[in-house]
DNA sequence: ATGCCGTGGAAACCACGA
C-alpha cells in the first residue's frame, strides 16, 4: 500500500496536475494540504471519478486539508487539532482507512519570525505534539502525515547558514519537531534514506528547481506498528517540473499490508 | 539578502506563502 502527502497549493488551479499525478502513481491513501478553497468548492466529483473518496476540511482563500482514498472507506475521527477552540485555520484532519490511522496536517509557516505568526506556529506545534503522544501509544498502525513546514536538520536545506532566522529553520523550530519525533516516531524517509539530500519544495523563483535548491519540509512519521510495515519511501519530483505545478512535490512511502 | 513567482479573492491591488 502506498500513502502519500501533498500540498497541492490550490486543488482547483492544481486540478489537472493533480489528476495525472494520481493517474500516473495510483497512490492508495493521499493527504492533501493547502487546498485553497471553501468547503463548497473542492473538487469532489473529479476525485471521484479518478477513482478515490475523499473527506475534505476546506477555508476560503488559505489552508485547507483532504485525505483521499483510492476505492476504500474513509471514516473521520477528526478535523480539528485539539487545545485551542479560537483557532479558525482549516489544517487538521483525521481518519481511519484499512486498518491505519491517518493525520493530515498542515503547520503553520510562522514567518516573520519573531512575530504573533511564529507565536502560532510553536502554540500549534505544542498542541500538535499533545495530540501525538495519545496517537503514539495505540496499538494499530498510526501515520502523521503533511507539511510540518520544518526543515529537521542541515541536511535538509540546500543552504542552511541562509534559513537560520527563518521561522521553518530557526532553533525554537527545530527544537519542536525534535520534540515530537522523540515521542518514539519514524521519520520515514530519513530512516530509509539517514544521508542523502532529499528535498520535497522548491521555490518557484531564482529557477530554484532547475538548481535543486530545495527544502525537506514535508514529512511522514510513524508510530512503531507502522514503522514495521515501512518498506520504501520517495519523492515524485519530476511533477515538479510540470506545467502549472505546486512549489511542493508528492511525497509517499510503501507500507507491507496487514 | 530578497516574495524575483504563484494562488485566491477582491477589485484592478492585496494577503499569503517558505
Redo the contacts with the bound molecule.
Keep these: 500500500m502506498r500513502i502519500a502527502t501533498y ?1 497541492v ?6 486540478l489537472p496536475v493533480l489528476l495525472r499525478w494520481l493517474e500516473e502513481s495510483a497512490p492508495d491513501i493521499v493527504c492533501l ?2 487546498l ?3 468547503n463548497e ?1 473542492f473538487p469532489e466529483k473529479a476525485i471521484a471519478d479518478a477513482g478515490y473518496n475523499a473527506i475534505w476540511h476546506g477555508q ?4 485547507g486539508v483532504a485525505i483521499l482514498a483510492r476505492g476504500m472507506q474513509i471514516d473521520e475521527v477528526g478535523r480539528v487539532l485539539p487545545g485551542d477552540d479560537e483557532d479558525t485555520h482549516s489544517r487538521y484532519i483525521e481518519a481511519m482507512v484499512s486498518g491505519i490511522h491517518i493525520g493530515c496536517l ?1 503547520l ?5 519570525a519573531p512575530g504573533p ?1 511564529f507565536d502560532y506556529k510553536l502554540k500549534w506545534f505544542e498542541r500538535l505534539t499533545i495530540h501525538a503522544a495519545g496517537l503514539f501509544k495505540e496499538k494499530h498502525p498510526v501515520v502523521l502525515a503533511g ?1 510540518y ?1 520544518v526543515m529537521p536538520t542541515e541536511l535538509d536545506v540546500y543552504k542552511p ?2 534559513w537560520v ?4 529553520f530557526r532553533p525554537e523550530t527545530r527544537d519542536a519537531f525534535k520534540t515530537l519525533v522523540s515521542q518514539g516516531w519514524t521519520d520515514a524517509l530519513r530512516k530509509l534514506y539517514p544521508n542523502e539530500t532529499i528535498y520535497t ?1 522548491w ?4 529557477n530554484a528547481y532547475q538548481r535543486n535548491a530545495g ?1 525537506r ?1 514535508d514529512h511522514f512519521l510513524l508510530n512503531k506498528p507502522m514503522d514495521k510495515r515501512l518498506v520504501a519511501a520517495g519523492v515524485d519530483k519530476d511533477v515538479r517540473g510540470w506545467e ?5 512535490a508528492p511525497v509517499w512511502i510503501e507500507v507491507k499490508d496487514a
Design positions: 500540498n497549493n490550490g486543488v482547483n488551479g492544481r494540504q493547502e485553497k478553497a471553501p468548492k476560503k482563500s488559505w489552508n498542515y503553520p509557516n510562522g514567518n516573520p505568526k507539511d513546514n547558514e541562509r532566522d527563518d521561522a521553518l519544495f521555490d518557484y523563483f531564482r527544502l519540509i502549472k505545478t505546486s512549489d511542493h
